[in-house]
């Protein structure tokens, strides 16, 4: 194919790509890492010279902010009353149950919002970065059916819809052998989970509601998070190697996400 | 043992836990109260998560250093490179011990030959 024409084409493909851009809005970009990290800042000495450097957290607003567009949200899901003792066991024993503590992947929702979204006409692409690996998520948008048989997985199998400016993702179809939370949030394999995602501004705004009939007295929806664009490219996470937990006197634990 | 000393001067300041990062508290792993500083040549630096790890030659012995994790020092502007350059060579490490006294810390300061060092510091209010 000559340039030009290659030109020409990919022009055309770009105005398809702008029209639809202008006809919901944009998500797509690169947005701010949010899982925690260590409340450290780093003192840098270089010939008797300190300078101090401290991680951007990402968070254009404090979580308890109120966030314009936000759904009410409490800050713990409602287990029912057959489930307390098993909560409060995986709570009290975090630090040995926790899958995500030992390299496993926290799935949807407890890996928060994306940090890259490809936002295209008849689908949408989210890229992570994890601790455990760098998922992505193909979330179709051409109003086809959740798939009949997908295998269920870590991050489900998901279907976007844009309403009224406001992207929902309805997620289905996840292994029960993970935790939606921090805390000993376990489920079963009804988990349905449907994240919001909006535009706030510059920002990105991202809230989740987890339902599961067989744990939990009622969905649950969690609190938002405002997510700052960021021009930090994304780069391979390193290989997770646990070794601590067999150096653990206690089950001391606290609260990371 | 000349080149493992208890050191409780700055370091003590910023004990007490919740502002390490680990999948655990880190008092269930490390003695939090006092610090130690220990000096031998860096052998080998892996770049892994959740922690990231040292290993030093101390007159023989092979000590092991964890710190925060990959994405953390990252976004600090530190890359892997700021401590693999200093393989072969001296460097001083202040942390807190394994409560199983192995040999194995956290890493909280690292000075190398050059004169460069690098500390964690508790942020304001956190």
Redesign the interface.
């Known amino acids: 194919m000559k340039p030009r024409y290659l030109r020409t084409l990919l022009a055309v493909a770009g105005m398809a790509v702008g029209a639809f851009a202008q006809a919901h809005p944009d998500l797509s970009g690169v947005w701010s890492?949010t899982?925690?990290?260590?409340?450290?800042?780093?003192?840098?000495?270089?010939?008797g010279k300190a300078d101090?450097?401290?991680?951007?957290r990402g968070l254009a607003a404090p979580r308890d902010a109120v966030v314009k567009g936000a759904l009410p949200f409490t800050k713990e899901p409602a287990y029912k009353p057959e489930f307390q003792a098993k909560i409060k066991y995986l709570f009290d024993h975090e630090?040995k149950e926790?899958p995500?503590?030992y390299?496993g992947k926290p799935g949807v929702p407890r890996i928060g919002p994306p940090r890259k979204i490809v936002q295209l006409p008849k689908e949408t692409i989210f890229f992570y970065?994890d601790?455990?690996g760098d998922p992505y998520r193909i979330i179709p948008t051409d109003g086809r059916a959740h798939r009949k048989n997908g295998n269920p997985t870590s991050y489900g199998d998901s279907l976007g819809r844009w309403e009224n400016g406001v992207f929902v993702v309805d997620v289905t179809n996840f292994l029960e052998d993970g935790w939606f939370g921090e805390g000993g949030y376990f489920h079963s394999d009804a988990l349905h989970v449907t994240e919001r995602f909006w535009r706030d501004g510059a920002n990105l705004v991202w809230q989740a509601t987890v339902e599961d009939p067989k744990v939990l007295s009622a969905p649950w929806t969690m609190a938002p998070k405002v997510v700052k664009p960021s021009t930090?490219p994304l780069?391979e996470?390193?290989?997770?190697?646990?070794?601590?937990?067999k150096?653990?006197?206690?089950?001391?634990?606290?609260q990371?996400r | 043992m000349k080149q493992i000393g208890i050191i409780c001067l700055a370091l003590a300041v910023f004990l007490g836990?919740?502002?390490?990062?680990?999948?655990?508290?880190p008092?269930?792993?490390f003695d939090m109260s006092k610090s130690f500083s220990v000096s031998g040549t860096l052998t080998k630096v892996?770049?892994?998560?959740?922690?990231i790890?040292m290993l030093l030659d101390v007159n023989g012995e092979e000590w092991k250093f964890?710190s925060?994790?990959?994405?953390?020092?990252?976004?600090?502007?530190?890359a892997r490179a700021d401590f693999a350059d200093a393989i072969g060579q001296k460097i001083s490490v202040d942390g807190v011990r394994?409560?199983?006294g192995?040999k194995?810390g956290y890493m909280l300061r690292a000075?190398f030959a050059s004169?460069?060092?690098?500390?964690?510091?508790?942020?304001e209010g956190?």
């Open positions: 890492f899982i925690d990290l260590p409340p450290t800042k780093l003192k840098v000495e270089n010939d101090f450097k401290v991680i951007d630090s926790d995500v503590f390299c970065e601790i455990s930090d780069e996470s390193p290989r997770c190697i646990e070794t601590d937990s150096l653990l006197v206690n089950d001391d634990h606290h990371q | 836990g919740g502002w390490l990062w680990a999948h655990h508290s008092s269930a792993e892996d770049w892994i998560n959740p922690h790890m964890e925060n994790p990959p994405a953390w020092f990252r976004r600090v502007g530190i394994a409560r199983d192995s194995f000075k004169g460069r060092a690098l500390e964690l510091v508790r942020e956190k």
